[in-house]
């Protein structure tokens, strides 16, 4: 008997040793590094791709690399849970150095596809991956990123050095991964086919599942619809308060938004008005950049998916 708690003893030190070892080791080289390949691509800058990029951006980059006066120079992020450490997105304008001046279209490509900047080091998930946005919709952002509107133009302030946490670190070693890139094409949806055009807008260009679905834990970023809760709400999100205020169910059960005409759905989406007037919250922003027919097309697809009970507090 005394002889097996001796070894259990061992064993069990060995094992506290290894751990402490694999900690040390995670907490020391931080975020893991992967080969990043160089993908060749030249983006032109015509005003229709800028004018579109923008209002994409408006709705995806914008919001997250703005500083207080507007400029894309990066800032806290007060809205990532404080287990992720501090976060602080990046400056990126058109500045050389600070900025992406240097960096190339494929670059720029590659880094939104599969989160890895081009020395190979990876974007944990407080900086979201693009997998699902069309090829030319992704190729309108950068051309974009290169117009000259105010925002972007060069400037040399630099927002702090993120400190993830150890246990970023430690799911960066374990858990995430920089996504795959693409080996297909990734087109535009037929605009002229509603249920498509909305399930891109929700899965793809906006993902607005990824806000709606139980939780960024279990959701699914390449097949969307097979994330826990698709799309029913009840995700914990934060404010810029740190307090939480959860998703909305936005599936058409009884618990969701089955009583929405497609007017209401409208005022929500594009102006965040919800139907008894109030104001919906943030992380719920408006997204004025997104047409009629497109937010028809969210409300038409919506109605296509399965229903889920979940009473949203
Ligand atoms: C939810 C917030 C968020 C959104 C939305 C977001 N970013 Fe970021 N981004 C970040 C954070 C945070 C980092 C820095 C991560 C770090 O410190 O490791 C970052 C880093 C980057 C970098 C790397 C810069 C560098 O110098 O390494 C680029 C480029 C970038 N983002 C572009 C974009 C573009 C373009 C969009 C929209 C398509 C976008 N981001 C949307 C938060 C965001
Ligand atoms: C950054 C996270 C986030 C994204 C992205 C997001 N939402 Fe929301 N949304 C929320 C939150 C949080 C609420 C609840 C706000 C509240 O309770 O005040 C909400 C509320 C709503 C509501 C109101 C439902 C109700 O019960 O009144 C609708 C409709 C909605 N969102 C649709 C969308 C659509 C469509 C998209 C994509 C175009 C989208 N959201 C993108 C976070 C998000």
Redesign the pocket.
């Known amino acids: 008997m005394k002889k097996i708690l001796k070894w259990i003893g061992i064993i069990l030190g060995i094992v506290l040793i290894l751990a402490a070892g694999g900690a040390a080791f995670i907490s020391i080289r931080g975020i893991p590094k992967y080969e990043a390949k160089n993908i060749e691509m030249k983006v032109d800058v015509t005003p229709e791709r800028v004018a579109n990029g923008q209002r994409i951006a408006s709705?995806l980059c914008i919001q997250c690399h703005a500083a207080d006066d507007g400029a894309l120079t990066g800032k806290l992020l007060k809205d990532v849970p404080k287990e992720f450490g501090a976060i602080y997105s990046k400056n990126i304008t058109s500045h050389k150095e600070k900025g992406i001046g240097n960096w190339t279209d494929g670059q720029l490509y590659y880094l939104l596809r599969t989160g890895l900047r081009p020395n190979g080091q990876y974007l944990p998930p407080y900086m979201p991956k693009f997998p699902l946005v069309a090829d030319e919709d992704l190729k309108d952002i950068i051309a974009w990123l290169r117009s000259d509107s105010p925002a972007l133009a060069p400037s040399d302030q630099e927002a702090p050095e993120s400190e993830p946490s150890f246990l970023t670190k430690f799911l960066c070693a374990v858990a995430f991964k920089p996504l795959p890139f693409p080996d297909k094409p990734i087109m535009r949806p037929d605009t002229n086919d509603a249920v498509a055009l909305g399930k891109y807008?929700?899965d793809g260009q906006?993902?607005?599942f990824?806000?709606?679905s139980k939780d960024f834990k279990t959701m699914n970023v390449l097949e969307p619809t097979k994330s826990e809760g698709y799309c029913g709400?009840g995700?914990p999100?934060l404010n810029m308060e740190g307090a939480v205020?959860?998703?909305?169910?936005?599936t058409f059960d009884e618990t969701?938004?089955a009583g929405?005409t497609e007017q209401q759905?409208i005022d929500?989406?594009k102006y965040c008005k919800?139907?008894d007037g109030?104001?919906?919250?943030?992380?719920?922003?408006p997204?004025t950049g997104?047409t009629d027919t497109e937010?028809k097309g969210?409300y038409a697809y919506?109605k296509t998916i399965p229903h889920i009970k979940n009473k949203?507090q």
Not at 245 to 250: E, F, M, Q, T
């Open positions: 709705m807008i929700v906006i993902a607005c990824a806000c709606h709400g995700n999100l205020v959860p998703s909305a169910n936005i969701g938004i929405y759905f929500a989406v919800k139907r109030t104001i919906l919250r943030y992380p719920m922003v997204h997104l937010v969210i919506l949203v």
